[in-house]
């Protein structure tokens, strides 16, 4: 898929329909290309949400909604859990999933550049392997400020490209050739020719935390797992 000018419609239109196109191979396709290694990426994401009973949390760029479903899971029935996609099929395999487990999350469509809910409505937000599909970063980072509450909690779990050797050459490898041919015998080689792309043009940690400070967030840190193929960011809400 080339990836077109993110200022323009085509780009989240594009992503859109490439999302609807894969949301039946999504989970398959991350377990394959993760070794089933991002559930523990995923439940660290929710360690540093420090989210807990009674909290109320928003996943935005949900999917399938495993990340919504491990929150759901810290925070127990108390609190609430919201998954937002703007990908309805993503959205409704992700409420089956939901269903199927008795986990009471609220699915719902919405676009994360324009989020549908009021000033301060969460304790928490998390954005996993989602920020690097926005159309306009620094915008979603704003709209992440201001949904949640003061001194309220923000995570980001994304993929990296990894500065030191041998995992610089592993993951080119890995992310720039095999994974698209994992996506060509998945059926959608435009797909996953896109996430090396994503990748490639999103923000290295430092920049990120940077964009990060200047959307209104502090204390901001960042972890870096599987040498450096993944990284968390955390920070508060200023007050």
Same mark, same amino acid.
């Given at each position: 898929?080339?990836?077109?000018?993110?200022?323009?419609?085509?780009?989240?239109?594009?992503?859109?329909?490439?999302?609807?196109?894969?949301?039946g191979v999504y989970d398959l396709m991350? +377990?394959?290309?993760?070794?089933?290694?991002?559930?523990?990426?995923?439940?660290?994401?929710?360690?540093? /949400?420090?989210?807990? @009973?009674?909290?109320?949390? =928003?996943?935005?760029?949900?999917?399938?909604?495993?990340? %919504?479903?491990?929150?759901?899971?810290?925070?127990?029935?108390?609190?609430?859990?919201?998954?937002?996609?703007?990908?309805?099929?993503? =959205?409704?395999?992700?409420?089956?999933?939901?269903?199927?487990?008795?986990?009471?999350?609220?699915?719902?469509?919405?676009? %994360?550049?324009?989020?549908?809910?009021?000033?301060?409505?969460?304790? /928490?937000?998390?954005?996993?392997?989602?920020?690097?599909n926005l159309a306009d970063l620094d915008?979603?980072?704003?709209?992440?400020?201001?949904?949640?509450? @003061?001194?309220?909690?923000?995570?980001?779990?994304?993929?990296?490209?990894?500065?030191?050797?041998?995992?610089?050459?592993?993951?080119?490898?890995?992310?720039?050739?095999?994974?698209?041919?994992?996506?060509?015998?998945?059926?959608?080689?435009?797909?996953? $020719?896109?996430? @090396?792309? $994503?990748?490639?043009?999103? @923000?290295?940690?430092?920049?990120?935390?940077?964009?990060?400070?200047?959307?209104? +967030?502090?204390?901001?840190?960042?972890?870096?797992?599987?040498?450096?193929?993944?990284a968390i960011h955390s920070a508060d809400? !200023? !007050?």
């Amino acid at each position: 898929m080339k990836q077109p000018d993110r200022s323009s419609e085509e780009f989240a239109g594009e992503v859109r329909g490439m999302f609807d196109r894969i949301a039946g191979v999504y989970d398959l396709m991350n +377990f394959a290309m993760t070794a089933g290694l991002h559930h523990t990426w995923r439940r660290r994401a929710v360690e540093l /949400a420090r989210v807990g @009973p009674g909290s109320d949390a =928003l996943d935005i760029c949900c999917g399938t909604g495993d990340l %919504a479903l491990a929150l759901r899971g810290a925070i127990g029935p108390e609190g609430k859990v919201v998954g937002s996609d703007f990908s309805e099929p993503m =959205l409704e395999l992700a409420r089956a999933k939901a269903g199927g487990r008795g986990e009471p999350v609220e699915f719902e469509w919405a676009d %994360a550049l324009e989020l549908p809910y009021e000033d301060g409505s969460f304790d /928490a937000v998390t954005v996993g392997f989602g920020a690097r599909n926005l159309a306009d970063l620094d915008r979603g980072l704003r709209e992440m400020a201001r949904v949640l509450r @003061p001194g309220g909690r923000l995570v980001i779990l994304e993929i990296t490209r990894p500065q030191r050797q041998p995992l610089a050459s592993f993951y080119s490898l890995w992310f720039d050739r095999l994974v698209p041919m994992l996506g060509s015998l998945a059926g959608d080689s435009d797909a996953y $020719s896109y996430l @090396p792309e $994503s990748v490639r043009s999103f @923000p290295d940690p430092h920049t990120l935390a940077a964009k990060m400070e200047a959307a209104g +967030f502090e204390g901001i840190r960042w972890l870096l797992l599987a040498g450096g193929i993944i990284a968390i960011h955390s920070a508060d809400r !200023a !007050a």
